[in-house]
């Protein structure tokens, strides 16, 4: 069965600190990774990774794939309370292409 | 382990046809989300419903679509009549009573494809 494993499912840090979110997948006809970030109704999408190795970065944070070991992970460097949310990985996946979701990993950020 | 469930997974129809996607929540949770996930827009908030009263569909055409829960178990999104611009993945999302509104599960999605 496919499935996709977040961790840790909750984390608090201080203003500052540097996370590192993980994502792992057990899938069937892998096409891509997606992470997203939920503070609101709609989670916002934050990266599409499909390539092993190559990072992909937009501002404090920065995303890469391994696909042999099959994880992604997210880092947030010099963390901020904006950064307060949930975030979300997905796989796409399966035959028909379809989205796993991780559970997410819960991150406060303390002032 | 709980999940929601969405059908059918994949929905392939022609324009002017009705569609009909259903959306099975964590059984316990009282709001539902429906989403709509395209390259060009990402995810956009359609629906969204607490015990089973809708609260917000400000971004539903309300022209073409229209959501419903007929029950606590059961959530319903249509489409009538269908155009190629509906082509999308559609989630269904469930949240759990007394928690914050982003704290959502989301199914696996209906891939529409209207030729």
């Known amino acids: 069965e496919d499935k996709v494993v977040q961790s840790p499912l909750s984390l608090v840090v201080h203003e500052g600190d540097t996370v590192t979110l993980n994502c792992s997948y057990e899938v069937t006809n892998f096409r891509s990774l997606l992470w997203y970030k939920q503070e609101k109704k709609a989670p916002t999408f934050l990266f599409m990774l499909?390539?092993s190795g190559i990072e992909k970065k937009s501002g404090r944070l920065s995303s890469i794939l391994d696909k042999k070991e099959l994880f992604s992970i997210l880092n947030i460097t010099a963390t901020q309370t904006g950064d307060s949310a949930i975030y979300l990985c997905?796989?796409?996946?399966?035959?028909?292409?379809?989205?796993?979701w991780g559970a997410g990993t819960k991150l406060i950020i303390k002032p | 382990d709980a999940r929601v469930t969405q059908t059918p997974r994949h929905k392939v129809t022609e324009m002017g046809q009705e569609v009909t996607m259903r959306c099975q929540p964590i059984?316990?949770?009282?709001?539902v989300f429906w989403y709509r996930q395209t390259m060009m827009q990402g995810l956009e908030l359609l629906a969204y419903?607490?015990?089973?009263?809708?609260?917000?569909d400000s971004g539903m055409p309300k022209d073409r679509f229209s959501a419903e829960m007929p029950d606590a178990t059961l959530a319903t999104l249509k489409i009538q009549p269908s155009e190629p611009r509906d082509s999308a993945v559609y989630f269904c999302a469930s949240g759990p009573p007394g928690t914050v509104t982003y704290e959502q599960y989301f199914g696996p999605g209906t891939r529409l494809t209207v030729t």
């Open positions: 499909t390539s």
């Open positions: 997905a796989v796409e996946a399966g035959s028909n292409y379809q989205l796993i």
């Open positions: 419903f607490r015990n089973r009263a809708p609260l917000d």
């Open positions: 059984l316990g949770h009282n709001t």
